[in-house]
């Protein structure tokens, strides 16, 4: 069974910093991409970041230079590094892996495998 787990959320102001966790099990981590992605009430989600299984990583423009994907093969674990943080930060995060090995990508149908979310809050 799959199954994807955020933590390390939560309420922050701005200019500080926050490190999110993602823990999968149930596929094969090391050899395939994973990815973070945001969303906010009534907006479509936002591709954070991306790496693959070479440890190749991609970032969007609006957290690039504040934001760092990272993981560990041995703890099958995720991680988003998220510095400098702003308001329009703010926002429900998401992991999310590939079932198959593939390329860094920010596309939603990339992925597979879905976490429930850790809620971000950055106060002004």
């Known amino acids: 069974q799959v199954r994807l787990v955020e933590s390390g959320g939560g309420s922050v102001q701005a200019g500080r910093s926050l490190r999110l966790s993602c823990d999968a099990s149930g596929y094969t981590f090391s050899s395939t991409s994973q990815a973070w992605f945001r969303q906010t009430p009534g907006k479509e989600r936002e591709w954070i970041a991306c790496?693959?299984?070479?440890?190749?990583?991609g970032y969007a423009d609006s957290v690039k230079g504040r934001f760092a994907i990272s993981k560990d093969n041995a703890k099958n674990t995720l991680y988003l590094q998220m510095d400098s943080l702003k308001p329009v930060d703010a926002a429900m995060y998401y992991c999310?892996?590939?079932?198959?090995?593939?390329?860094?990508?920010?596309?939603?149908?990339?992925?597979?495998?879905w976490g429930q979310g850790t809620q971000v809050t950055v106060s002004s």
């Open positions: 999310a892996g590939s079932r198959y090995p593939a390329s860094c990508s920010g596309y939603e149908i990339v992925y597979d495998y």
């Open positions: 790496i693959d299984s070479n440890s190749n990583t």
